[in-house]
């Protein structure tokens, strides 16, 4: 067994070590106790941090979504205010985590489609995405905020689109970057 770590320390080694049973095996191969025997810990540890598979992979998912914010926050803190260099830092910034993270994040997401929790989470974390992008893009679009957001979550599921088609090979990273700005200077620009 493997030595006591502080909680924090001990959850982030197992989360790291569920995203890379993920990555090698996929996501029918992850479980609380096979992540416990691959990680080196009882099976208790496992079910105190995360409660069932689902609240595993939920966590996988939140900490996905969370470096793609931190992600998106580090690309804009020194944006200029032009909505093509926005645009391209926001497409950037998306393909960025996706691509470090690879697969994994749909993967997870298929997984647990129709499990109450992640639907749920889901709707937190697109409810999250939509306000910031729109108040990063209100500035260039001239659009009240109902139509703004309406056309954010088209941006959204574009980009979700494009980074699955990228970490799955099928396009690469700069045509999947250069579509998104693309799509975002064309949604949001003045109309």
């Given at each position: ?10 959850r ?22 096979s ?19 689902s ?10 979504n ?23 830092l ?5 393909m ?31 409810d ?12 260039f ?25 990228m ?25």
């Amino acid at each position: 067994m493997s030595k006591k770590m502080p909680k924090a320390e001990r959850r982030a080694q197992l989360l790291e070590t569920a995203r890379e049973m993920v990555r090698e095996s996929g996501t029918d191969a992850l479980s609380l106790g096979s992540l416990a025997e691959r990680a080196g810990v009882s099976k208790p540890i496992t079910y105190n941090h995360f409660g069932t598979r689902s609240g595993l992979m939920i966590a996988l998912y939140r900490e996905i979504n969370e470096q793609q914010v931190r992600a998106t926050q580090e690309a804009l803190a020194n944006a200029p205010a032009e909505l093509a260099e926005v645009a391209r830092l926001l497409a950037q910034a998306y393909m960025d985590c996706h691509e470090s993270v690879g697969p994994e994040f749909h993967a997870i997401g298929s997984a647990l489609k129709g499990d109450p929790e992640m639907e749920a989470y889901e709707r937190e974390m697109l409810d999250e995405n939509i306000a910031h992008y729109a108040n990063v893009l209100k500035p260039f679009s001239g659009l009240a905020t109902p139509d703004l957001q309406r056309r954010v979550i088209a941006i959204l599921g574009a980009a979700d689109a494009l980074s699955d088609a990228m970490t799955r090979g099928r396009i690469s990273k700069a045509d999947a970057v250069e579509d998104l700005a693309i799509l975002i200077m064309s949604i949001i620009g003045r109309v």
